[in-house]
């Protein structure tokens, strides 16, 4: 079964450093997402891709966030100068269709800023 | 967007079925209802989604209220895997998929 793939798995990074988080979606999907779980709390939308661009982000995603798809297969989600408060789960997900359809989303991507 | 409301807590003995109700009374005409889960310390899942009818897969079923102002998420025989976080979200067709705090469904074994 086709599935979303997210790396690195856990990172852990000081204060101030920017992060890279990558995920592969699956093959054929042309809508990509990135949310972000603090520890006990909901699940938090950040952005939407699609046709290379963003198509909606929410207050959260501002100018420490960016998301590129830098190939065919890759969609990644740099955070610049993290704070402590970033500390949390990133899940990539992807969508064959916008709204309508199921979104398929990866394990996620743990984030310890210290 | 369309508000959510659904309990925060619910508890179902094992091989029992389960009831998740949902009320999103200001949904409009054409916002799809989805459902997702969250296993404890996994990504959100899809379960099932729908329009108006009623709608059935491998995982549940979802019963759609004809004024479509609520709905509910039946799992047949819950078990112990069953256990996570359920979410119920309209979506807007073009628009994104808002989680809210969903309900945590405890299963005894």
């Known amino acids: 079964e086709p599935e979303v793939t997210q790396t690195p798995s856990h990172q852990v990074t000081q204060m101030g450093q920017e992060v890279i988080l990558r995920c592969v979606p699956i093959s054929n999907h042309l809508y990509f997402y990135w949310y972000r779980q603090i520890l006990g709390q909901k699940v938090e939308f950040l952005v939407s891709?699609?046709?290379?661009?963003?198509?909606?982000k929410s207050e959260i995603f501002d100018d420490q966030f960016s998301v590129e798809r830098p190939d065919g297969s890759n969609f990644t989600l740099k955070i610049r100068s993290t704070k402590l408060e970033d500390s949390a789960m990133y899940f990539c997900?992807?969508?064959?269709?916008f709204g309508t359809g199921e979104l398929f989303f990866g394990e996620g991507s743990r984030l310890t800023v210290l | 967007d369309a508000k959510t409301t659904q309990p925060n807590s619910m508890e179902s003995n094992e091989e029992e079925p389960v009831h998740l109700p949902c009320n999103h009374s200001?949904?409009?005409?054409?916002?799809?209802i989805h459902w997702y889960r969250q296993l404890p310390s996994q990504g959100p899942e899809y379960v099932i989604h729908g329009l108006t009818s009623n709608v059935n897969n491998r995982m549940a079923s979802l019963a759609i209220a004809e004024d479509r102002k609520s709905s509910t998420l039946i799992l047949h025989r819950a078990t112990l895997r069953d256990a996570a976080v359920y979410y119920c979200?309209?979506?807007?067709?073009?628009?994104?998929?808002?989680f809210g705090t969903g309900t945590s469904l405890t299963v005894i074994p």
């Open positions: 891709f699609y046709n290379n661009e963003i198509s909606e």
């Open positions: 979200i309209p979506v807007p067709t073009g628009n994104q998929f808002y």
């Open positions: 997900a992807s969508s064959g269709s």
């Open positions: 200001t949904i409009s005409g054409t916002d799809y």
